[in-house]
């Protein structure tokens, strides 16, 4: 336990910042979930669920929520999945021998 003032005042804001990160972290994982349940559907849902996954990541981010790199990784892996479901490759691309 703080003994000083000052640290008795630095914990009580930890405490604060702690359950703000948490709940913040918890909306970004809901919105990535809901992009990966949108992959079954319609393209447009898709970008819909990429632009709000983007958007949290992004904030959380530059408020230093999550390291920047971790929200350009999980960017990058969804741009991924929407380019390929916008443009799937067709089936019968097999090199010729």
């Known amino acids: 336990m703080p003994h ?3 640290a008795k005042k630095s914990l009580r804001k930890t405490e604060v910042r702690r359950i703000h990160n948490r709940t913040a972290i918890r ?3 809901t919105h990535l979930k809901r992009f990966a349940a949108a992959l079954d559907g319609p393209v ?3 970008q819909v669920e ?5 958007t949290k990541l992004d ?3 530059s408020r230093g929520i999550i ?3 971790l929200a350009a990784r999980k960017k990058s892996q969804m741009a991924r999945k929407l380019l390929a479901k916008k443009n799937p490759k067709p089936a019968s691309a097999a090199p010729k021998a």
């Open 4 to 6: 000083t003032k000052s």
């Open 27 to 29: 909306v970004i994982k």
């Open 44 to 46: 447009e849902a898709l």
């Open 50 to 54: 990429y632009n709000l996954a983007a």
């Open 59 to 61: 904030k959380a981010a």
């Open 67 to 69: 390291h920047k790199n």
